[in-house]
Structure formats: C-alpha cells, structure tokens
C-alpha cells in the first residue's frame, strides 16, 4: 500500500517512507491510498481474539512488513491491556492509561518507535522531532529512550502542562533533549513543522515525526477501537465519546469505522478550543490561538489531523464534505468549570477518579444519552492539582512510576518561539 499526500494526491510513497517523512514534501500529511475492509467472520468471532490479534489483523494491510516481523513488533508494543470499565448506570470507560507513561499515546508511540527501528538503515541517525501539549512528549521519550540510531527532541510549552507531565519527558538520559518554549503548543507545533519545511536542515540530516501527523503513530490507534467493541456487551448502536485536541484519536477511530467496525457514531469533546465544533455546526473551520484549559493536551487551534478527516469523508465539494463529516460526529464543547464538576460528581457517587480530559468526555453524556463509551486517556494521577481541586480531599496513592519521578533531576533546554533558536539546538 502506498501513502499520499493530503495536499496531493499524485505524491505518493510506500510506508517505510511515510514513517520516516512525518508531513509530506508538500506540507501535507500522509493517508493511506485506500482503506482496507476486514471481514465480516473476523467481526463476528471478535470476542475470541486477543488485542494482538486484532493488532495484526487491522494493521497488516497497511504494511509492507513480512508477517513474523510484524507480529514481533505488535507483540513488543501493546504488552499492556485496554479494559472497558463499567462504573453503574450504564458509564462505560476505554482505560487507555495502563501503558508506561499512563496515557493512550504508549499504543503510538510504541508501534512507532519499533517500526522505525525495524526500517532504519544502518548507521544511520534520525532525529526525531515532536511538539507535546502534555502526554505525547513523555510517551515518545519512553518508546524511544535508549533506541540506537535515534535522538528525540520534545518540544513543551512553557507552564502549560502538568508538574508530573513536565517530569515524564525532562528526566531521561541519553538521547532524549527536552525542550520548553516560551509559547503555547500550537508554536510548538509551528517550530516543528517549520523544520520539516526547512530544505537546508533536511539536506543535512535525517528527521521524523512523532505527532499523530506521522501515521505510524495513527494506525495503532485504531486497535483500541477494536478491543472496545470485543468487550462491549452490548454492541448495538454504539456511541463513542473521544475526548479531542489534535484529532488524531478521533481520525484513528474514523479509521476503523471506515474499516468496517459497525460502529453507530463519534462524538468529539472538546473543552472551549472549539474550532472543530463550530466548524461542525456552521461548515467554516478558522484556527486561532490556542486558550490554555485544565484538559491541557486538548488545548490545540489548529487541530493537525482535521485534514485528515476531510480526506476520510471527501465529498464532490467543501459543503458535502462538511455534510459527510457531520453524519458520523457529533459536537460537545465543555467548560472548565464541568471538569471539575464532572470529577467530583464521578468520584463522589461512584468513587471513580477521571483525569480532565475523561472529565471532558463523561460531560458528552449528559447531552447524547445512550450506547456510550468514553474514551479515557491518561490516568488522573498526572493531573494532581486538578484532581485536588475538584474533589477537595485526600486523593488516593498515585502510581510509583509518577511517585518516583520526584527524586529525579529535570533536564531541558529553554528557548523563545522563535524558529531560529530551535534551530540552533537541531541543526
């Protein structure tokens, strides 16, 4: 299968190249040239299957990867379960969170990371370059610390993601060089995407992508959707709620549906960076500065994948693309002030910790009753001072692998927003 760009349809490459490139030449982000339907008997015996299995199942068509080698990588990536919880009156929760970094990016950035190693040529080096609005930089960092052949540079905005977040990507040694920058994500993510255009830094070195721009990093994601639906009891009609910022758990979800998972709708929770939602109620999509929320890994104005999505639901002109795109997802806009309530009426009635961005999910609810799972994608612990201030008690013990960062030492770099000072550090 070959992979062409969004912004042209004629520039096309296999997927070891996708991989590595991250966005096209052309600025545009990779999609496949098809999208391959599974069978209706592996539907039906769903339930038999193990996550591994389904892994292999969905994501084998999208490779060029002899079946051994990619059975190993599947197996090596997703050593880590993704329960549907039931708390009572009919909530439903995908816990994404049980990976290392306790977040739903480890299923990415994992299947990511082993593939590029499976592809890199020998002696040669990729610098991998990724802007993190909370949890993609420490899953990245984990995924690819100690890897040979690679050095990562995480891009964090300054003040603008949790003390523990901030822990999980500046506390590793060797070829991990976090970074905070004085701005918000979305000049993160403008530092990064202006290295990839930038021809001269490119002739000279080798450099990939570990946003959801790079699909290695989506078609994993795809999977948990699957594993959903096999633990679902009640199958029909299902209501997924994806709690989203840069859209690419919610284009990986798309994915699957377009795959064949019978699969009713999505609705897409935001917190008030509401581009998506308004673009979805009026057709008009106009990115802006992002606004800094409690569900700080949503706050994203100019959500990367929305082209992605366009390109799923690509319609004879802009108004019956919008017209696909609103069949099949649904808006939900939700306030700080929610995310609070929404954490204390949870934890109080069913004594179930969410983190803020679960929060944001669970409000969706309240609005489209029904079939519902949502989608949880970070364990509260990462998020303490939010999880205080909604519940205003004791909370109870966090996890030893967030307990233990306390005693490490931070270790970052410091630079404004302009592009030449990131570039002085990469080039």
């Given amino acids: 299968m070959n992979y062409y760009s969004t912004r042209d349809r004629s520039l096309s490459v296999p997927f070891h190249n996708a991989i590595f490139q991250g966005p096209a030449p052309d600025g545009g982000l990779f999609m496949p040239d098809r999208i391959p339907h599974v069978s209706s008997d592996f539907i039906h015996h ?3 299957k193990s996550i591994i299995d389904i892994g292999y199942e969905i994501i084998h068509p999208f490779t060029s990867m002899p079946p051994a080698d990619l059975h190993a990588i599947i197996e090596q990536s997703f050593i880590f379960k993704a329960p549907l919880v039931e708390i009572g009156h009919g909530l439903r929760f995908l816990e994404l969170f049980h ?13 990511m990371a082993q593939t590029m190693a499976y592809f ?7 610098n991998i370059l990724v802007a993190t609005s909370g949890d993609t930089g420490g899953a990245v960092a984990s995924a690819f610390s100690g890897l040979e052949g690679f050095k990562v540079y995480i891009l964090f905005p300054k003040g603008k993601i949790s003390a523990l977040q901030q822990k999980q990507l500046t506390t590793w040694d060797t070829n991990i060089q976090a970074i905070e920058v004085d701005g918000t994500f979305d000049e993160c993510q403008r530092l990064v995407k202006t ?11 080798n450099f990939g992508s570990a946003n959801s721009i790079n699909i290695a990093r989506l078609l994993p994601q795809m999977i948990y959707y699957f594993e959903a639906y096999r633990q679902a009891d009640h199958k ?5 709620i994806v709690p989203s910022g840069n859209f690419g758990n919610l284009t990986a979800g798309l994915m699957a549906k377009k795959m064949g998972l019978p699969l009713s709708r999505f609705i897409a929770a935001t917190n008030s960076n509401d581009i998506f939602p308004f673009y979805l109620e009026t057709g008009d999509y106009h990115p802006r500065v992002s606004r800094e929320t ?3 890994a949503m706050d994203v104005g100019d959500p990367s994948n929305f082209v992605r999505i366009k390109e799923l639901y690509h319609g004879q002109d802009e108004g019956s693309t919008w017209n696909n795109i609103k069949s099949e997802i649904l808006p939900h806009v939700v306030s700080d002030q929610s995310t609070l309530d929404n954490i204390h009426k949870v934890w109080s009635e069913f004594g179930y910790l969410m983190d803020p961005h679960t ?18 994608t970070a364990h509260w612990a990462k998020f303490l001072s939010t999880i205080n201030r909604a519940i205003g008690e004791d909370i109870p013990e966090i996890p030893e692998s967030l307990s233990s960062l306390n005693n490490k030492e931070e270790k970052y770099l410091s630079i404004d927003s302009k592009f ?5 550090i990469i080039s």
Avoid: C, M, W
Wanted: proline share 3%.
């Fill in 236 to 240: 029909a009609d299902l209501q997924i």
């Fill in 195 to 205: 290295a990839f255009n930038d021809r001269n830094l490119r002739a000279n070195k």
């Fill in 46 to 48: 769903i339930e038999s």
């Fill in 294 to 296: 409690l569900s700080n």
């Fill in 99 to 111: 990976g290392p970094t306790l977040a739903f990016k480890d299923f990415g950035a994992r299947f």
């Fill in 120 to 126: 890199r040529s020998a002696h040669e080096e990729i």
């Fill in 359 to 376: 929060a944001v999910a669970y409000d969706a609810t309240k609005n489209y009753p029904g079939n519902n799972i949502i989608v949880s």
């Fill in 420 to 424: 030449d000072s990131f570039r002085q």
